[in-house]
């Protein structure tokens, strides 16, 4: 089945290690996003990319980058993982923007991150 | 800015129940709303997805509705299970001249009792 995959689902980090999240696609979807989700709290998008091109939040921290090497994969880096990044991270795919985007975004199960 | 609220924040129904959540936005500008279903620890399903030219969406035992102009959509469960317990989220997609963002509300936590 098409999906999106989130590797680990666990990862558990030191205080300012840095630690990369995976995530691949098999949809071929244009657009990737990476959202950060906190306890009882709504999803957060941190940014996404349009193929190549990287969108950042406006108040996503600059603790946080993201890479696309190819189509299917996309990686969420935290340089300097603090207690307050701990959450769990989701991972999304959509066909494109605006218009293109009418089936909606699928989302990974997720992965859930542990700063220690 | 879009804003999504969700309400009530937690219920808790019997078994065999009809009941609704409400979604609510504040910026009528969208392009399409959708529902998802998050369990404990897990990522999110989508549930239902309505157009902005569309009123309601189903699937199943679920009902979505969308009124654009009063900016309110709800979900409706027909007979409840107690596997239908979990987080339910709306979130909207603007319309927007770059990116695409879903802006979403805080959830409803639902469950269901045997």
């Known amino acids: 089945d098409a999906m999106v995959i989130q590797n680990p689902r666990y990862q558990v980090t030191q205080f300012g290690k840095p630690v990369t999240l995976s995530c691949s696609q098999t949809?071929?979807?244009?657009?990737m996003y990476w959202y950060q989700q906190k306890s009882s709290q709504a999803p957060k998008l941190l940014f996404h990319?349009?193929?190549?091109?990287?969108?950042n939040e406006a108040d996503t921290p600059d603790n946080f980058q993201s890479r696309r090497p190819n189509t299917s994969f996309c990686f969420l880096d935290i340089r300097s993982p603090g207690l307050g990044d701990a959450a769990m991270y989701l991972c999304?795919?959509?066909?494109?923007?605006?218009?293109?985007?009418?089936?909606?975004?699928?989302f990974g199960p997720g992965t859930r991150l542990t700063v220690t | 800015k879009q804003e999504v609220t969700q309400i009530p924040a937690a219920l808790s129904v019997p078994e065999g129940e009809n009941l609704v959540l409400n979604c609510s936005f504040t910026?009528?500008?969208?392009?399409?709303l959708q529902w998802f279903r998050q369990d404990p620890g897990k990522g999110l399903t989508s549930l239902l997805l309505?157009?902005?030219?569309?009123r309601e969406q189903t699937s199943g035992r679920l009902n979505a509705s969308l009124d654009k102009s009063s900016g309110r959509s709800t979900l409706y469960i027909a007979a409840s299970q107690p596997g239908d317990s979990a987080t339910y989220l709306c979130?909207?997609?603007?319309?927007?001249?770059?990116?695409?963002?879903?802006?979403f509300g805080e959830g409803t936590q639902l469950t269901v009792n045997p």
């Open positions: 999304a795919t959509s066909r494109g923007t605006g218009r293109l985007a009418g089936d909606g975004q699928y």
């Open positions: 949809l071929n979807h244009n657009v």
């Open positions: 990319y349009y193929d190549k091109d990287f969108n």
């Open positions: 910026d009528s500008a969208i392009y399409n």
């Open positions: 309505i157009q902005s030219s569309q």
């Open positions: 979130a909207v997609r603007r319309r927007e001249t770059s990116g695409s963002r879903l802006t």
